[in-house]
């Protein structure tokens, strides 16, 4: 099959990632990227010389042999754009959020399933290698029955005012992730929640959160998450893990975002297995679309606009649940702008904003 023609709408980090892995893959076409951002169609031309680059994403829409858009710019414009690719024909990579509010993501969910085109979403972490190492070590039934999953992900990570806008506090930007990853391990729908929320350096969103509560399958689910991890430590680190506990062994990750390490304890077996982290997996989404548009047939690993919808829909709601309860904010917005400034000048850390040259 010819490579397939593809423009990307957006060009930010998670538009540079895109590029990057469909040039490495040989099956791509990259034939358009659409910035408003001068400075950012620059590097595009730099990385991209033969691609053409624009700022009015319309040209995308109005050419019949584009059969691919990538929508990686801000959640406010997704909607719209998920409407306009549809309406030309074109099938649709998004990133998550896949609109700016959960109303607009559910009108989103109908327009791509009323349609007969592929679309995905990237939910990446049901592509990494250690979940699905873990899910298939449980589907042999090592553990028993799955009763207790429990997900951390806490780091510096973006601080308060970087490249959130419509994606919202950290629980959502970030955390919807680990809201998906929970509901794709217990293979069922959220039933009960409580959460917990603080307010660090006084900023008036919450940006740590944990939410417990249950599926209607009667697993039991806890989810920590914030980019609040000693943003101003000498040397920064971070506390990434999943546990998962059944009535008869368990199953675990860690990571250093360069290596997972995942322990399998069951009944039959135990293993330790040590592999590169693998990152945001966009190389494997984009293998996985490519070969769905090859063959015809959508891959069941590909996650779909219905299940980004659950997890935000999901993530707002905890988040709303935490306002109910105690609030406390602790620190003070000074410590915030100190923060801020150190990550204007650093050169590696976490969540990094790409800066142009």
């Not at 469909?22 to 099956?27: A, D």
């Not at 730099?46 to 109005?62: A, R, V």
């Not at 929508?71 to 099938?91: M, N, P, T, V, W």
């Not at 506390?239 to 322990?263: C, L, P, Q, W």
Request: aromatic share 10%; hydrophobic share 35%.
């Amino acid at each position: 099959m010819n490579p397939i023609k593809v423009g990307l709408i957006g060009f930010g980090r998670m538009g540079g990632f895109y590029l990057e892995e469909m040039q490495k893959s040989g099956k791509w076409d990259v034939a358009y990227i659409c910035d408003v951002s001068a400075e950012s169609r620059e590097l595009a031309r730099k990385l991209s010389p033969k691609s053409k680059i624009i700022s009015n994403e319309q040209e995308i829409f109005d050419d019949p042999e584009v059969q691919v858009v990538g929508l990686f710019a801000l959640a406010d414009s997704r909607l719209e754009q998920i409407r306009k690719a549809i309406e030309s024909g074109k099938h649709i990579i998004a990133e998550k959020p896949i609109a700016d509010s959960v109303e607009n993501e559910w009108q989103a969910v109908s327009l791509a399933e009323d349609s007969n085109l592929l679309s995905t979403v990237n939910l990446y972490l049901r592509n990494a290698w250690y979940h699905q190492t873990i899910k298939d070590f449980i589907s042999q039934g090592e553990i028993g029955e799955l009763a207790i999953i429990r997900v951390c992900h806490l780091t510096p990570g973006l601080a308060p005012g970087e490249g959130h806008e419509f994606e919202g506090p950290s629980f959502h930007d970030c955390g919807m992730h680990y809201v998906d990853i929970a509901r794709w391990y217990a293979g069922s729908e959220f039933k009960t929640w409580n959460a917990q929320a603080v307010r660090m350096w006084n900023y008036k969103d919450p940006w740590w959160l944990q939410a417990h509560g249950t599926f209607e399958n009667g697993v039991v689910f806890d989810i920590t998450q914030g980019h609040v991890y000693g943003q101003l430590a000498e040397k920064q680190t971070h506390n990434s893990y999943i546990d998962i506990i059944g009535t008869k062994g368990i199953a675990r990750m860690t990571h250093d975002f360069k290596t997972a390490i995942v322990e399998l304890h069951g009944v039959s077996q135990t293993h330790r297995i040590v592999q590169p982290y693998g990152g945001k997996n966009i190389d494997t989404l984009c293998k996985l679309f490519a070969q769905s548009l090859e063959t015809g047939k959508r891959s069941e690993a590909l996650p779909e606009f219905r299940d980004a919808a659950i997890a935000s829909d999901y993530a707002w709601r905890f988040l709303q649940d935490s306002l109910q309860h105690d609030l406390p904010a602790i620190g003070e917005l000074e410590t915030l702008e100190q923060i801020q400034e150190r990550r204007r000048t650093m050169k590696n850390g976490y969540g990094l904003i790409r800066r142009h040259s």
